[in-house]
């Protein structure tokens, strides 16, 4: 089945909101997340001011991306789907109308890094965020028209 993309809606944010905590959860080195409710509020002021896409297949939701600006906010995919296209998709919404884009990652999440690489995105910038005391990597995509 092929996924479906469409602009995020309040109603998404649950749904958006378990795909970061699975994500969180299956990855060792990441810090423990907010309380649910707490974080569900950030994302619902989220999705009222930052551009937002939602890849469905069938009924569920499968990925999502945020973007403010020129800067990608978030860009998840559910595990069963990876590596399946929809995070290529995802970002290709999300570069659409840019001339650049840029989105931080930290430098453990290697999936992540290599999938930038893969789709054109190079490294500018490394800074150590002071919540988490990772290594967080500044990627920017320029884009060549």
Request: charged fraction near 30%; aromatic fraction near 10%.
């Amino acid at each position: 089945m092929t996924p479906h993309i469409r602009p995020g809606q309040q109603s998404d944010v649950v749904a958006c909101v378990d795909i970061l905590r699975d994500w969180a959860d299956e990855t060792l080195w990441m810090a423990e997340l907010d309380d649910l409710q707490p974080m569900q509020a950030f994302w619902r002021d989220l999705f009222e001011t930052d551009l937002v896409w939602v890849a469905e297949m069938g009924d569920r939701i499968v990925g999502f991306c945020t973007r403010d600006d020129d800067n990608i906010g978030a860009l998840y995919v559910v595990a069963e789907a990876r590596r399946t296209g929809i995070g290529k998709r995802l970002l290709d919404m999300a570069k659409a109308d840019r001339d650049w884009i840029t989105v931080w990652v930290y430098e453990k999440n290697i999936h992540a890094l290599r999938f930038y690489k893969r789709e054109g995105l190079l490294e500018v910038s490394r800074e150590i965020e002071h919540e988490s005391n990772l290594m967080n990597i500044e990627h920017r995509w320029t884009n060549p028209n």
